[in-house]
């Protein structure tokens, strides 16, 4: 049971992490600033889309 709510864990994370790429591709931030969040939420997947989540653009 342990790898079945792992493996929804992952995927649930999978797509936020997705959700937060596309949202950050389409704010009105500067290109460098979008690289280095998407950096940010791919290198570091659940502590990256919390601080981006707090922190990121809005726009």
């Known amino acids: ?3 079945e709510v792992g493996g929804l864990l992952g995927l ?9 790429i596309i949202k ?3 704010s009105s931030g ?5 690289i280095l969040w ?3 939420i791919l290198l570091l997947p ?3 889309l919390i ?3 707090l922190l990121g653009p809005k726009g």
Do not use: E, N, P, R
């Open 46 to 48: 659940v502590v990256g």
């Open 12 to 20: 649930i994370i999978l797509i936020l992490d997705i959700w937060a």
């Open 38 to 40: 998407i950096l940010i």
């Open 1 to 3: 049971m342990g790898f």
């Open 51 to 53: 601080i981006w989540y």
């Open 30 to 34: 500067s290109t460098i600033s979008k």
């Open 24 to 26: 950050v591709a389409q």
